[in-house]
């Protein structure tokens, strides 16, 4: 009787463990910015960039550009590649900083629909709708209904 108690235990423990391993990578929300925040040149140093899931083996950030728009408004633009041989769907916003690294409420903090075909690659752009903001955060996670 108590090995049987033992066996489904075990049962029961990796099921739970096989269930909860399936569904991490749903919902991931990945980080793409600059390794300094501080960084005000045209083309700031990439951030590691990690991408959970599907993302990972289908995406890389191929390059992050500054710059400043009239009113000393902050302008990004990421270059996001598709290297698979399938069209790739993710949601992304952008979150603006203050000097301080301070988070700045936005227009821009809602999640937009992208697809990158095979091979191509798109343009994630924006401007800041308020001056003194220093930098920016870009966050990408897998569409919720590809």
């Not at 227009?107 to 690659?121: A, D, F, G, H, Q």
Request: net charge positive.
């Amino acid at each position: 009787m108590k090995t049987y108690i033992q066996k489904s235990f075990l049962i029961l423990l990796f099921s739970l463990l096989f269930i909860l391993s399936a569904c991490s990578h749903k919902g991931k929300v990945d980080t793409v910015s600059k390794a300094d925040p501080r960084d005000k040149s045209a083309q700031p140093e990439i951030k590691k960039v990690e991408f959970g899931g599907e993302l990972e083996k289908n995406l890389e950030v191929v390059r992050i550009t500054q710059g400043k728009a009239d009113g000393n408004l902050l302008r990004m633009q990421v270059e996001i590649k598709n290297y698979s041989s399938k069209d790739v769907q993710f949601t992304h916003k952008i979150e603006w900083f203050d000097d301080d690294g301070f988070w700045v409420k936005d227009t821009s903090l809602v999640w937009k629909s992208l697809m990158i075909r095979p091979k191509e690659s798109k343009m994630i752009e924006s401007i800041s709708t308020r001056p003194g903001v220093s930098a920016f955060r870009l966050k990408i996670q897998p569409a919720k209904n590809p």
